[in-house]
């Protein structure tokens, strides 16, 4: 009988401790990983030179979110996050014009819809606006000029979330954004691992 009832009682904990885990509710979270830029601008009318140069750098950050599990397994939620690059800056010289460019910080507005493939783990694809504020320094004949800009695009990807307590997940998400105008290409890549807290 106390076997019984131990038994019984040890499943009713793991039954509530299961439900308990879920990701409905807000979420804060910090996040880092991989930033891949890649750019391409034309020659500029003052003779700065073209760029054509792609860049690595560390990148970290943080976000603010919300899900809710709409029906069974379906997750829909939304992020907005901030994000800082170091050593991320480029550029390019001719013989009497230099041009550097460095994007400062980004932040990014997005929705996410996910699948549980478990009740601890999902699977999900994100997208939605993306800015990044880049500062971008012309020298021509000695003189310099400098200007700050922001660069408004989109951003699509996708990962993995998993539930690791009641309150903490943790997430590895690959992104990619669009921030070029024109002729100009302003492209960037990011894998993020990520942490988060949830309400």
Do not use: C
């Not at 299961?18 to 979270?29: C, E, H, K, L, M």
């Not at 830029?37 to 020659?43: A, F």
């Not at 069974?72 to 939304?78: D, K, T």
């Not at 549980?116 to 012309?138: F, K």
Request: glycine share 10%.
């Amino acid at each position: 009988m106390k076997i019984r009832l131990f038994i019984a009682a040890a499943l009713a904990g793991w039954s509530i401790q299961a439900s308990a885990q879920d990701f409905s509710g807000p979420s804060i979270g910090i996040q880092a990983g991989w930033n891949n830029t890649d750019v391409g601008l034309p020659k500029g009318k003052d003779g700065t030179p073209a760029i054509d140069q792609s860049t690595d750098a560390f990148v970290a950050g943080g976000f603010l979110a919300y899900d809710y599990e709409v029906v069974p397994h379906v997750v829909l939620g939304a992020q907005a996050e901030f994000n800082i690059a170091a050593s991320d800056e480029f550029g390019a010289s001719a013989a009497a014009a230099s041009i550097r460019v460095n994007p400062k910080y980004a932040f990014d507005l997005t929705a996410r819809v996910g699948y549980l493939v478990t009740p601890q783990t999902l699977l999900y694809v994100r997208g939605g606006y993306s800015n990044a504020r880049v500062r971008t320094t012309a020298t021509v004949d000695s003189k310099r000029i400098s200007s700050s800009d922001n660069l408004d695009g989109w951003m699509i990807g996708g990962g993995a979330e998993r539930l690791i307590t009641d309150h903490i997940s943790a997430r590895l998400e690959y992104r990619y954004s669009d921030l070029g105008e024109g002729p100009s290409k302003f492209d960037r890549h990011q894998i993020l691992v990520g942490a988060a807290y949830r309400f």
